[in-house]
Structures are given as structure tokens and as C-alpha cells.
């Protein structure tokens, strides 16, 4: 009979094991799922063996279906199949509704005006659309990779906005996945290729995908990719040369008015000559019509081209605006890589050759590129290559400003800073006893708070009443990894902290959160608190697991005194953490926070003299 | 916060960049949020604030501008949000004349050569200005520490003259 393995109490059994962690390729048209697999990066197949999951989701009375099952009735039943969706992520009803393009979806608008699509099984969001979008494949993850996923990267548009990339990690939460980090594409290519190749230098990653683009320069050197500028457009994609074929089809055939089956059969025409005209240069598009007639016509590449030639134009402006803000030049760049399906297009691969001046690099399947590169930095990041070199510092890419007088924007952090970044700014009273301050935080370039994305808004309460001008109150804007915003108040001559109340502009509240959480429990209630309590007891395992290790190495910059009462706090946690009571559990993680706090930042600042250690300061 | 320290340099307006580009890496490895994905909350939290702040140092001692100006805050003269106006009447025809320029661009023959004039003009003139103000930063007397602050003001008007420059660059180009 084997033994069961007994740890010491806190001490992990198997310090060693490896962990499973995959990247998402979360796509406006396709999602893939990757992960590294005894050493080699791939990404993982469903039971068909197919890779990529079509990211579309349709809502019938009886169930939901993602992928291949729901994109089969697309033309059949639009209104309540989904394709699409990230270009809804983040946006209002009303801006996705001001474009040229008409959905054959029945919306309603939030409290807050962010689109609903109706559908048989209910109201659904866009972060819940997503989440389906999820599912299935962390179900291949854990069924391919054997065991539970500890974390995954999902992988964003490097020029999402703030709004956008917490509804994309709204959407993982809502599934209860933890995630490990949002990772911008363009910057999970470089993983994949730099990886490969071990280059050093400037490299640009041409990234067209289905519904967004995005342009990286990023500089590699000794493991580091630091990402020195980037720049796209978020509402740019393969989607739009889809849509201009459609309207050339409609226009061609001349229909009028059209019924939104045969609006979607002309999408799916319109995409398949596209792919077609990748390698021919002329291809048939025929469509049947609602009367039963066939209509057919002959395009030709050429006249695709001229069709989509302003939007690739439009692209490599932003390629040499990216490379200004760099401050490199063309002749720097080393390698431009390409990234997406839409990459395919020979006009995109000859203008940006042409652009660059040298064929760009396209030796990694452009599709699952970006996947890979994701679940190479999953598997660094939960901790099964403590030895890796790899470090991605990467950008801001819009910048963040506030609203002052007159509707002018102020600028906090400007577009291409690294993250994580912090700045504070501060404020004051205009008026005598004046207790709160209303705040609105906007993110782009322009001057007029009108032209930029609204982020937030919110109100800093508790100001203590003085006189006009008398109150300085410092707002820090942090900025962090992933790229999202938190705010943080002060009152610096009373120290007084102020709470903050913000809401999101297009995104959803913490509220909201809860109630789709409860939404999507069938024993709402009891699978509730079952939920809340094993995650509550994965954080404590985490927290003291963290904890010991930190104590094993540096215990010596702490008193015997400050060890003891630690280490009693600890146990006072382990034994909680075995029990059922949630808040209990939560009360003991914030006091160990509490006892540790010194410990840590030490911890921290030893590490900064222990990273320059040898280094003297007359080295220049 | 010294910024010098926290790289282990001296404080100095010359900075070798290669160097300092090597310690920023070496800082970020120690502290990356990327390092404690798998961490405690607490040591996320702590985490994100110290790359904060070492990215801020970094973006400071890597433009001269800022550099001159973080040098002169250790030295006691805070510089940021000031609404002190240059008196230099020299520098201020100056000015006018660059402002000129710029706003001609657009109806120029050649308007890279002109685009290219600028530029060189503008690395011509911050040359004393920058020789001047490395001598000054050596000081300890306070009246050369306002003269520092004096070009120091002036540098920051040439780049914001550049990167209006840059913008009428950008808007040519498309």
C-alpha cells in the first residue's frame, strides 16, 4: 500500500509539481487555447482534433451552443447567434450603433447603456457571451492536460482601453478562472518568435486579426521584451473587409432591402471570397436570395484590393507613427512579424513588406501565434520555470487624463508609458467646507474630454471642511500590470483617506458582477457560499504557502518577537483555513496582511539592493 | 525619492545610458508584478507600487531634461508646476522666430528641408545651453542653482517646440 505523503503543516507536499496553466487567444473570430507540454509550446486540439474554436455563440430555448455547433446556424438564425462579440467589449449601444454597420441582433441598452442582446435564455452582456466563449475551452484544457487550470493569460489588443480589458477579465472571473495576467497579442507573438530564435534588437509585430489591429515595436535583449511603443485601432479588422465585400455584393445585386438571413449569407459569401482570393486571383461569389434566385459574380483580387486599399493604408500610418513614437527608424527594425488571420491578404503582406523594406516574418501559423505566446508566459508566470529569464515590460497604450475646467482633458500618464505606473496629481477645494470632489477619468489623445473614451467617474467623499483651496487632496492613478486603472485619495494635511465611489462608464459594477455571478449558479445560493468558501481556502493556502517560503529565506530580517507572533497568526489561519466559515478565514488573511506588512516591503527593498548587490555606485 | 540611489549611481547630469538601461533591467527582474503572479496579495500589491517607482526613476534619469530637473529637486529647487516666465529677451526673439517657421512649414516648397532646419537649429542652440547647465548642476551655491533652473526652463520649451514640430511631421506624412 502506497503511504500517504504528509506534509509539514504549511508546507507544500510537492514543491515541484508542475502546475497547469494555458493562454487564451480570446478572438474577434476564432479562440485557441495553449499550453507548454514537456517543454514545447502548442495549441491544444478538441476531440475532433480541431484547433481553433469559432468564437460564436448561439442562445436557443433549450441551451447554449459555442463554436462550430452554434456557427453552422448563423445565417439560419442571426438574431440569436452571436459572432463577433469582443467588438462589443467595452463599448456603448450607442457607439456600436453610430457605425455604418447594422446587427441582426434585438438590443437593449444597460442602466449604463451598454449593449444587451435578447435572447431566448434571457438578457445576456457581452462579458457573458465571452464567458461562454471561455468555457469550452478551459474544458479542453483541463480534460487534455489532466487536472485543474491554476490560472490562464488572456490575451488582449494591445490598443484595448481600460474599459475593454477589464470586461475581458470580467468574463474569465465570471467562469471562476483566475487570471494570471492580460497579456497584450502583439507582445505574446514576440514571446513565440523571440523564444524560437533568440534574437536581439527591434522587431515590429504586425497584428491583424478579425476586428482589431494593432502595432507593437518592442525591443529584445537578453530575455527582456520591453515593448517602446505601440499603436491600431481597435475597431479595425478583416471583419471590415468582409463587410465592404458585402456592401459591394448588396450594391452589385442591387438589394434593397434585405431580410437578416440573406444579410448574413452575403457575410459568409464575402468571407469565403476573401480567403479565396488569397490564392487566385479571381473567384466566384454566389449567394441564393430569399426568392430562391442565384445570383453570382466574378471578382477579381484586383478589385478586392481597391476595395480595402484605404483600410491598409490606414494601417501602416499607424505602423509609422508607432515607429516614431518609438524613436526608431525603419532601417532599425530587425524583423517585422505578422500576426492574425488577416495577415493572409496578399495586399496587407505586400504593403507592409513594402513598408518595412524586407519580407516580413510569417513562419509561425499566424492564427495560433498568439495563443502559443500566451501559454508560454502562462507557464512562467504559475511558476514551472523559476529559472526563466523572460520579462515583458510593457505599455500603456492610450494616454490617461481627467476632466478640468471647460471639458479639457488633463493628462495623468501619456500613452506609451511603461507599466506598472503610478502618478499622483493633486486637487484642491474651490469652495469653503466643500466635503466631496467629483472626478472623470478619460482615456485618448485629444484635448476635449468630448473626443476621448470615458473611463470612469467618481466622487471622493469625507474631505475634512476647510477653507477654500485649503484641502490638498492627492489622487494616485495606478496603472497595473494588466493595464487597468485603480484610484487611491489622501487628504495630505489631515491624512485623512478619502473612499472612492467609481463607476465605470462602460464596464460593470462590482453589483452587476455579483448579481451575473448569482445569475449563472443553479442553486444560486448554496453554490454561492460553496464557491466563496473554496476560494477563500485556496487564498489562505496561497497566502501562507507565499509566506513560508518567504520565511525560509529571509526569517533573519525579523526579531524573534516579530517571527513569534507571525508564526502565530499563521497557525491561527491554517486552522481557520481547515474549517467552513468564510469570514473568519477572510479576517485572519487581512490580520496576517496586517502583522506582515513590515516584512514584506523589507522583503521588497532587499531584493532591490540584492538585484544591483556588487554594483558600486562609482561604477561610472 | 533619490532616484540616483536607487540605481546605485552618483549623481551626476552624465549618465552612462547603456548602464543604466542594464540596472533598470536587473530591478525589474527583482520586482516585476510578472514575479508574483502566484504571490499574496500583499506582495502583488507591493510589487506593482516598487516597478512603479522604478519605471518612474528610469523615465527620469533617461531624458536629460528630467534628469536636470530630479538633480536640482535633490539639491533643494523643485522646479514642477511653476509659473515663473523666462526673462531672457534673447531667448524670447528666439522663440518667435522658431514659432514662425514652424507655422510656414505647411506652405514650404520643401518642407522636410525646412522640417530638417528646425531640428538642426534647435540642436544648435540647446548645445551651450546644455554645456552651461552641467556646470551649474556641479554647484552648490543657490544663485547658480536658479541659473540652472533657468535653462533647465528653456530646454523644456525646445521640446515642446519639438514635439509640435513631430506633429506637423506626422500630418505631412498622411
Known amino acids: ?620 | 525619492m533619490n532616484y540616483f540611489e536607487l540605481f546605485s549611481l552618483s549623481p551626476s547630469y552624465d549618465v552612462d545610458t547603456a548602464i543604466l538601461a542594464e540596472r533598470y533591467r536587473d530591478l525589474q527582474r527583482a520586482v516585476h508584478p510578472d514575479k508574483f503572479a502566484n504571490a499574496s496579495e500583499q506582495d502583488k500589491r507591493l510589487s506593482v507600487q516598487r516597478t512603479a517607482q522604478i519605471n518612474d526613476a528610469f523615465q527620469t534619469l533617461k531624458n536629460p531634461i528630467q534628469r536636470a530637473e530630479h538633480l536640482l529637486a535633490l539639491k533643494g529647487l523643485e522646479l514642477s508646476h511653476e509659473s515663473t516666465t523666462l526673462k531672457d529677451t534673447q531667448f524670447l526673439m528666439q522663440q518667435i522666430e522658431w514659432r514662425e517657421s514652424l507655422e510656414e512649414i505647411g506652405d514650404s516648397d520643401d518642407p522636410e528641408a525646412e522640417i530638417e532646419g528646425l531640428y538642426a537649429s534647435f540642436d544648435a542652440f540647446a548645445k551651450p545651453i546644455t554645456a552651461a547647465l552641467k556646470v551649474l548642476l556641479l554647484s552648490d551655491l543657490e544663485s547658480d542653482h536658479l541659473q540652472a533652473a533657468d535653462q533647465i526652463r528653456k530646454l523644456k520649451f525646445m521640446a515642446k517646440l519639438q514635439d509640435e514640430l513631430a506633429r506637423v511631421e506626422d500630418a505631412l506624412l498622411d
Request: with cysteine; glycine share 8%.
Open chain 1, 1 to 620: 500500500m502506497a503511504l500517504l505523503q504528509i506534509a509539514e503543516p504549511g508546507l507544500t507536499a510537492a514543491p515541484h509539481q508542475h502546475r497547469l496553466a494555458v493562454g487564451i487567444d480570446l478572438g474577434t473570430t476564432n479562440s485557441l487555447v495553449a499550453a507548454v507540454r514537456s517543454g514545447v509550446a502548442g495549441t491544444l486540439a478538441d476531440e475532433s482534433n480541431l484547433h481553433s474554436l469559432p468564437s460564436v455563440v448561439r442562445y436557443t430555448q433549450d441551451a447554449v451552443f459555442v463554436g462550430r455547433e452554434a456557427e453552422a446556424f448563423s445565417a439560419q438564425d442571426p438574431q440569436n447567434t452571436i459572432v463577433s462579440v469582443k467588438r462589443f467589449m467595452g463599448r456603448s449601444l450607442e457607439d456600436i450603433q453610430s457605425g455604418s454597420q447594422t446587427f441582426p441582433y434585438a438590443f437593449e441598452a444597460s442602466e449604463h447603456g451598454l449593449p444587451i442582446f435578447v435572447t431566448p435564455q434571457g438578457k445576456v452582456n457581452p462579458v457573458q457571451v465571452s464567458a461562454e466563449i471561455l468555457k469550452p475551452l478551459i474544458q479542453r484544457a483541463e480534460a487534455t492536460l489532466g487536472g485543474t487550470l491554476e490560472g490562464v493569460v488572456i490575451t488582449v489588443p494591445a490598443y484595448f482601453d481600460d474599459a475593454q480589458r477589464q470586461g475581458t477579465k470580467d468574463a474569465a472571473s465570471l467562469i471562476g478562472v483566475k487570471v494570471l495576467r492580460l497579456l497584450n497579442e502583439p507582445t505574446a507573438a514576440a514571446i513565440a518568435y523571440g523564444l524560437d530564435s533568440g534574437k536581439e534588437g527591434i522587431i515590429a509585430v504586425y497584428d491583424l486579426g478579425g476586428g482589431t489591429f494593432d502595432i507593437s515595436i518592442l525591443r529584445l535583449n537578453k530575455g527582456v521584451f520591453e515593448v517602446l511603443a505601440t499603436g491600431g485601432d481597435s475597431a479595425l479588422g478583416g471583419d471590415d473587409f468582409d463587410h465592404m465585400l458585402q456592401d459591394f455584393f448588396q450594391q452589385q445585386w442591387s438589394l434593397q432591402k434585405i431580410s437578416a438571413s440573406l444579410s448574413r449569407k452575403l457575410l459568409i459569401e464575402a468571407r469565403r471570397v476573401k480567403e479565396a482570393l488569397t490564392n487566385s486571383d479571381t473567384t466566384i461569389a454566389s449567394v441564393v436570395d430569399d426568392s430562391g434566385c442565384e445570383l453570382s459574380l466574378t471578382v477579381s483580387r484586383a478589385t478586392f484590393d481597391s476595395m480595402i486599399s484605404k483600410l491598409v493604408k490606414k494601417t501602416v500610418s499607424s505602423c509609422r507613427r508607432a515607429l516614431r513614437d518609438a524613436d526608431v527608424s525603419k532601417e532599425d527594425v530587425l524583423e517585422a512579424v505578422m500576426v492574425g488571420g488577416s495577415t493572409r491578404v496578399p495586399l496587407v503582406r505586400e504593403e507592409v513588406a513594402n513598408f518595412f523594406g524586407k519580407s516580413p516574418l510569417t513562419s509561425i501559423d499566424p492564427d495560433r501565434v498568439v495563443a502559443i505566446g500566451a501559454g508560454i508566459q502562462a507557464d512562467i508566470l504559475v511558476g514551472n520555470k523559476p529559472e526563466s529569464d523572460l520579462l515583458l515590460l510593457d505599455v500603456i497604450p492610450l494616454s490617461l487624463g481627467v476632466e478640468t475646467m471647460g471639458g479639457l482633458v488633463e493628462k495623468v500618464v501619456s500613452r506609451n508609458t511603461t507599466i506598472p505606473v503610478a502618478r499622483a496629481q493633486e486637487f484642491t477645494t474651490f469652495k469653503d467646507g466643500q466635503t466631496a470632489m467629483a472626478f472623470h477619468v478619460v482615456q485618448g489623445e485629444r484635448e476635449l474630454v468630448a473626443d476621448c473614451r470615458s473611463l470612469a467617474k467618481f466622487t471622493l467623499n469625507g474631505i475634512p471642511p476647510l477653507a477654500a483651496g485649503a484641502a490638498h487632496i492627492r489622487v494616485t492613478f495606478q496603472v497595473d500590470a494588466d493595464g487597468l486603472l485603480s484610484v487611491t485619495a489622501m487628504e495630505k494635511s489631515t491624512g485623512v483617506k478619502t473612499s472612492i465611489q467609481v463607476k465605470p462608464s462602460f464596464g460593470l459594477s462590482d453589483t452587476e458582477i455579483g448579481a451575473m455571478l448569482r445569475d449563472s449558479m443553479a442553486n444560486a445560493e448554496e453554490d454561492i457560499t460553496r464557491r466563496m468558501l473554496a476560494e477563500k481556502q485556496v487564498e489562505a493556502a496561497r497566502v501562507l504557502e507565499s509566506l513560508n517560503a518567504a520565511l525560509s529565506k529571509d526569517s533573519q530580517l525579523l526579531t524573534a518577537d516579530e517571527l513569534v507572533s507571525i508564526q502565530h497568526f499563521m497557525a491561527s489561519l491554517a486552522q481557520l483555513a481547515s474549517e467552513q466559515d468564510t469570514d473568519a478565514i477572510e479576517k485572519a488573511i487581512e490580520a496576517l496582511d496586517t502583522v506582515t506588512q513590515d516584512f514584506a516591503a523589507k522583503r521588497m527593498d532587499n531584493s532591490i539592493k540584492l538585484a544591483l548587490k556588487g554594483q558600486s555606485v562609482d561604477n561610472i
